[in-house]
């Protein structure tokens, strides 16, 4: 965490066991929050937005990028820069906080690795259900049509 003066306890942000982000590679920028909270609000920069250049970052290897890239592109301007804002606190330091908080969070489950499927099959009694109903359904609407008549 960083403490309220500014200096950081920790040097670094671990995502993963095997990522680590150096806190120098975050930047924030700061503004006006929108909402209630008065002159305060008016007055006071608050609204914390944090920006990770993905694509430039050395601490990450070029598959994580791609995998960050490719689950995060929401997130992810045309630059390559993610961006994510925290504004529910009146406070910057708490923002910040939030902000990283939230940017550890996001990481971490993008970059987990993704189950393998294992294909299955309906089984035999499911394939004779979907069938029947089938049959079902077509003699109903065979049952809605009118009568032929043989001359």
Do not use: C
């Not at 500014?6 to 924030?28: D, H, M, N, Y």
């Not at 250049?53 to 598959?63: E, F, I, K, Q, Y």
């Amino acid at each position: 965490m960083i403490s309220p003066s500014g200096s950081s306890e920790e040097k670094a942000l671990r995502i993963t066991p095997q990522v680590t982000i150096p806190l120098e590679e975050l930047r924030f920028r700061f503004s006006r929050s929108s909402g209630p909270g008065g002159q305060h609000v008016n007055r006071v920069e608050t609204r914390v937005e944090l920006l990770f250049d993905v694509g430039r970052s050395p601490s990450l290897g070029a598959a994580e990028k791609a995998q960050l890239l490719e689950r995060l592109k929401s997130y992810i301007d045309k630059d390559g820069v993610l961006h994510l804002i925290a504004s529910s606190s009146r406070s910057q330091w708490r923002n910040r906080q939030e902000a990283i908080a939230r940017f550890q969070g996001l990481l971490a489950l993008a970059l987990r690795p993704r189950k393998a499927r294992r294909p299955t099959r309906p089984s035999r009694a499911a394939q004779e259900r979907r069938l029947r109903a089938k049959q079902a359904r077509s003699a109903r609407k065979r049952s809605r049509q009118r009568p032929e008549f043989e001359d």
